[in-house]
């Protein structure tokens, strides 16, 4: 069987461009690190919870709404603002982001009471819904399908999932130091350097002419993605026989598929059926959903476990995940050139494998704290194999489409990196809380957090075959 090729040929008596220009490492600097600032806000308040909750009278079983309102907004909104920035400017909308983005920190580091810090966190929420789609599709459209591409897309995901991890780390130091309300005002002056500079290096990349939106696709694409999240959030916190958990759980779905039929009779669709149907897109796509999804949700897992059942502070939990943080730097770095050598395919399959056999190692951890070796080690492995799948699935699914559409395919694929993280921790959480049965303790808590990795495991490699037995090879360069 032949492979297919799905991005466009290099001219024949042309090399691809292999070196940077110095002005595309200043547009890479500047927009890797604004989406290093959000990666570290989707993190930085996990490990303070509690202290956020005790300081603003956050009764118990609603402090995860501190994180779930944030990511309901920006899993909700992305693909919505990824045909935005296509239609009416992608530079325009990132800055905008990110001037909402500093506001809201501002107004999160301000908050004297649960509900102005709930509107911080959802306009944080919607200023990282414009700014990460707006800003993968300015990466994409400054370097042409190629190894330059490549390496900056790692790099991208390298320093986002980096950022997770460096969230939790800084979030414990600046609540034990100094408050957690710096995990807010951290953002502001990052936000004001980036729109201090961004005008002069960022070039506007976009259609000219009249722009059209599809505001029944939105509606319902919304609609949809922000009740699925929300059902499966409430069924991890209150179970699954809730009225208004099975009201958001069949509302979702259906308006999901509504979503499919609009899109087929609109004039102009927010999302062409002939887009949803590439096998790069759909396989693409689901190969970094199970990656985001298990990754994010695997953290919270040995926060319990290092918190509940081996008494580590939030500072000392943070700084555990160090080791993660190195190997998603270590597997970013070289998730491009290994894309480029050996295929999208290839590179999807070997990361996959590598991180399940890791997790899979984690279902041995016990009640001492001599293991913790093995958890910084399964975790250092882990997070090279998460990295490789990341950086295959963010070249995938935006390879063989044209500048005008990249905002479409990164809103895509930040839709599915931020569905993935917004799922991942209830469905998890319910799993680990289905199996205590209700039980207390160390004991329960760890059958319970060992139950869900084993759970984990096993579906990164389930992305694994899928991805081998239908997603199509790029042939490497």
């Known amino acids: ?66 994180a779930t309102s944030f990511a309901l907004a920006a899993a909700g909104f992305t693909l919505l603002f990824g045909r935005i920035a296509d239609l009416f400017g992608r530079k ?50 400054a370097f042409k399908e190629g190894p330059l591409r490549e390496r900056a897309l790692g790099l991208n995901g390298a320093l986002m999932s980096a950022g997770f991890t460096a969230g939790a780390i800084l979030g414990g130091l600046l609540t034990d130091l100094l408050s957690w309300r710096w995990a807010f005002f951290v953002n502001v002056p990052v936000a004001l350097l980036v729109l201090v500079l961004a005008p002069s290096v960022i070039t506007e990349s976009g259609p000219r002419g009249r722009a059209r939106l599809d505001v029944r696709g939105a509606f319902a694409v919304t609609g949809g993605l922000l009740a699925l999240v929300y059902g499966l959030t409430q069924a991890g916190e209150t179970g699954w026989t809730r009225p208004t958990t099975l009201l958001a759980l069949g509302a979702g779905p259906a308006l999901l598929v509504g979503f499919w039929f609009v899109e087929k009779r609109a004039a102009a669709p927010l999302v ?10 759909i396989w693409g796509n689901t190969a ?38 190195v190997g998603t730097v270590i597997g970013g770095t070289l998730g491009g050139r290994i894309v480029g050598r050996h295929g999208n395919r290839r590179t999807i ?21 001599g293991w913790i070796w093995l958890l910084l080690a399964a975790t250092f492995v882990g997070g090279v194999g998460n990295m490789l799948v990341i950086v295959g699935f963010m070249v995938t699914a935006t390879s063989g489409l044209p500048d005008e559409e990249q905002g479409l395919a990164t809103g895509l694929a930040t839709m599915t990196q931020q569905v993935g993280i917004a799922l991942g921790i209830p469905v998890m959480s319910a799993l680990a809380t289905a199996r205590m049965g209700g039980a207390s303790g160390s004991d329960a808590v760890l059958d319970g957090v060992t139950f869900a990795i084993l759970v984990n495991s096993l579906l990164v490699l389930a992305g694994s075959v899928l991805a081998a037995l239908f997603l199509r090879e790029r042939r490497a360069r």
């Open 1 to 66: 069987m032949s492979t297919t090729t799905e991005s466009p040929a290099t001219a024949p008596g042309t090399l691809p461009q292999l070196r940077m220009t110095g002005r595309q490492k200043l547009v890479l600097t500047l927009l890797l690190g604004a989406q290093f600032m959000i990666a570290v806000d989707f993190s930085i308040l996990n490990v303070a919870l509690p202290v956020v909750g005790e300081g603003l009278g956050f009764s118990l079983g609603h402090l995860q709404w501190i």
């Open 92 to 141: 325009r909308l990132f800055l905008g982001g990110m001037a909402l983005l500093g506001a809201s920190s501002a107004l999160g580091g301000f908050a004297t009471s649960p509900e102005v810090l709930l509107i911080a966190r959802v306009l944080q929420g919607l200023a990282t819904a414009a700014v990460t789609p707006a800003g993968l599709s300015l990466l994409t459209t």
């Open 272 to 281: 062409p059926v002939s887009i949803l149907k590439r096998r790069s897109v």
């Open 288 to 325: 970094g959903l199970i990656a985001f999804v298990t990754e994010t949700s695997l953290v919270f897992l040995l926060t319990l476990y290092l918190q509940e059942v081996l008494g580590y502070s939030a500072l000392s939990t943070g700084l555990a995940f160090g080791v993660l943080g």
């Open 349 to 369: 399959v070997a990361g996959g494998i590598v991180q399940a056999v890791a997790t899979a190692a984690l279902v041995a951890l016990g009640a001492s704290g």
